[in-house]
């Protein structure tokens, strides 16, 4: 009896794992296929793509395959901006099972707003650092040499001022997230407070040229994201505290 009863709970472990994986696998399958999509549907307007992101700047290209892979790093990055709600949204539904239904319902709130955030952070870094610090070396080069930019240096120029805001932008949610599940806490983030902004000011030092004021026009937002994550993470500390005295009241 005990070896038969060993035997069914291997072979629902087993049962357990083969679900997970399937569940696994149509996460991805459905999160490249919408990636694809995406990517065929920009390659395919990438006329209309181009002129908006080179802003007419005069660029220009060593070879022929360059104009390939130029049109396909603009096609996969955008794309795979597009397609992170979609991510998002596959990876709650993996994880699901694993969560309360607390934690779940949070989850999924937070992904709309993740993006939208992590387009801002996108638009303040192409709109507002990226020309900023372009148009500056540039009057720099431009004082001692003819400067001629490639495409694809000026789109990983683009890439390296923008991208990385896209993530910093989504702080004060992520922070607010992880204070809804009881991972961190306002006390914890204002012990932190001094780490973070040492971290703020050398993504600072990375995304920008070394003269201070590129550095403060970056730094500034970034530090202002940190607090705005620590007052999204009381508030969401206090309404967690005063939902938990309600269930407990209720009782």
């Known amino acids: 009896m005990r070896e038969a009863h060993m035997d069914n709970q291997t072979l629902e472990a087993e049962q357990t794992l083969v679900g997970h994986l399937t569940d696994l696998r149509k996460a991805i399958i459905s999160s490249v296929i ?3 999509v995406c990517f ?12 908006v992101l080179t802003d007419a700047s005069k660029l220009v290209m060593l070879g022929p395959l360059d104009v390939v892979r130029f049109y396909t790093g603009i096609a996969g990055s955008l794309s795979l901006g597009l397609s992170a709600p979609f991510i998002g949204y596959q990876g709650w539904k993996f994880v699901r099972p694993a969560m309360s239904a ?3 319902k949070t989850a999924l709130s937070f992904i709309p707003g993740i993006f939208f955030s992590f387009l801002a952070g996108i638009s303040f870094g192409f ?20 400067m001629m930019i490639t495409a694809k240096e000026y789109f990983s ?23 809804a599940i009881g991972v ?14 040492i971290l703020m000011a050398l993504v600072s030092a990375l995304i920008t040229p070394p003269d201070l004021l590129s550095q403060i026009i970056v730094l500034g937002p970034l530090i202002g994201l940190y607090e705005l994550g620590v007052l999204f993470s009381k508030i969401v500390y206090k309404r ?12």
């Open 34 to 36: 919408f990636f694809l």
């Open 40 to 51: 065929v549907i920009i390659l395919v307007s990438i006329d209309y793509v181009i002129p």
């Open 102 to 104: 607390q934690e779940s």
């Open 127 to 146: 709109f507002i650092i990226f020309p900023t610090v372009y148009g500056f070396l540039m009057r720099i080069g431009s004082e001692n040499f003819d």
């Open 157 to 179: 120029f683009m890439l390296m001022t923008s991208i990385p805001l896209g993530f910093l932008f989504e702080v004060p949610l992520f922070l607010m997230f992880l204070t």
């Open 184 to 197: 961190i806490t306002p006390a914890k983030l204002v012990e932190m407070r001094k780490y973070g902004y």
């Open 240 to 251: 967690k505290g005063l939902t938990e005295e309600e269930q407990v009241d209720h009782q």
